[in-house]
């Protein structure tokens, strides 16, 4: 099987937030939940780069580590997905995750949270495969029709790419090879304990 | 001659010349484009050894999503799924270990000299309503975070995954909820009984003589006793940390970030899980640990002989002073 993966190319987002907006309407996210964001460190300075960061699916996820219900899993794309149904809204995951990508609707008084949404690599959650349940929960399950997530595949310069592992390495590391440099694969380290050697 | 030489000379000079300078002059212009674009980006690994989380601006209303990483969230992983697991176990196993050798070394400790038949008014209703107020949010509030902590692994397998999340969220509310009743039970309790509480030189002896607990008489005390205080100041310092922690978790991102959350929630969890097997102390000793003990918290009112025995400087000031008034007779025949 494959091991999906986000690969931001720094070097070519142009803060566009096409991927943020992408991602809200095909899982139709509700107001106030970013599944995905967009990122931009040393704004109006020499080295601007902007990256597009949502859930990593990181290998041994530290949000499935501190959930104190379990309520995660991984699928065998090593898609980190997880169920509302179990979720209690308890913000751990939030507390552990890297990256920010918990969200949580803010229901009830003071800052009670409600369940847990953050990105499914378009996978869905533990439904049947594109039932109504799933969609209403966790949005389109384009994984199972055999497409790659949204966000990337409509990515106007092609800087955010998903897909297997060794697939978007190696379209990286050709694209350095190439154009003689490149910021690395933002998260990576972070996330899988690995960069990409370019 | 030498003149049309002189000539050729400048002519060749100025071909060299232009020539130099046509060659340098694209490599001149090519100059930006040898320099790497990338010289200057942010970089990662240096990002985060600077700063340990990499923040920027974003589009979104969403302030907080502006950190693109922050990989702190491993050590507070660490610390939840390992430290506090083995603080909490080692504590509260312990303390349940010592407690049950107590017992079967000393058992009940008597009222030496049986019971008088006469009663003395030891907690008035409002001290028994705000103890049971404080000790009832307590027990629930103990529960529902050990829950958090150790449910899964101990509870979950035998619960089965739905039963077991649909109790976490009750618990969850739970917890949030009543910790308002714990609260104010917290701040009546200092208010009514910090006079009591404060230290004094029979304390001391009161350690010295090992409270009593271990053989011999227990040394004089006042309407509370060193170890009684003991609790009481583990209660206020205790109660204090994990009641402000406990709001800074209820209201997520008010004046704090996920590294002050995480922080929060780590003086929390510890303070809790000493606090708890504290307060097994406590539950001991005002139950099963000391005849006559408990009675004081059901109708408020102790035997007369074990207040000389357990407290003989309060009973000294109830009883010589204005008589009647903190005093309640009960009829013998009972």
Known sequence: MARMKFLCDADRCIECNACVTACKNEHEVPWGINRRRVVTLNDGKPGERSISMACMHCTDAPCAAVCPVNCFYTTADAVVLHSKDLCIGCGYCFYACPFGAPQYPKVGNFGSRGKMDKCTFCAGGPEADNSKEEYEKYGANRLAEGKLPLCAEMCSTKSLLAGDSDVIAQIYKERVAKRGYGSGAWGWQTAYRENIAT | MAKVFAHLRLIAGALALAFVVATAMPVAAQQPNSVNPNAAAVKEQQLLQQLNKIEGRGTIPDVKSYVLEHPAGREWREFHGVTLKWIGGIFILGMLALLTIYYL?????????????????????????????????????????????????????????????????????????????????????????????????????????????????????????????????????????????????LFPFYGTSVSGMELAQIIHSVVAVLYVSAMFTHIYMGTIGVEGAFEAMVDGTVDANWAKERHSLWHAEETQGSVGQAQAMRQPAE
């Open chain 2, 105 to 249: 070394w000393r058992g009940t400790l008597p009222i030496e000299e049986g019971r008088s038949g006469r009663v003395i008014l030891r907690f008035n209703v409002f001290e028994r309503f705000v103890h049971w107020l404080t000790a009832v949010s307590f027990v629930i509030l103990g529960i529902t975070g050990l829950n958090i902590t150790f449910g899964r692994s101990l509870i979950l397998p035998w619960m089965g995954a739905e039963a077991f999340s649909t109790w976490a969220e009750w618990a969850k509310f739970s917890h949030n909820y009543v910790s308002f009743a714990f609260t104010i039970g917290v701040v009546l309790m200092f208010l009514i009984w910090v006079a009591n509480n404060i230290p004094t030189r029979a304390d001391l002896e009161w350690f010295k003589g090992g409270g009593g607990m271990f053989g011999g008489k227990e040394p004089p005390a006042y309407k509370f006793n060193g170890g009684e205080k003991l609790i009481f100041w583990i209660s206020m310092i205790g109660g204090g940390l994990v009641i402000v922690t406990g709001f800074v978790l």
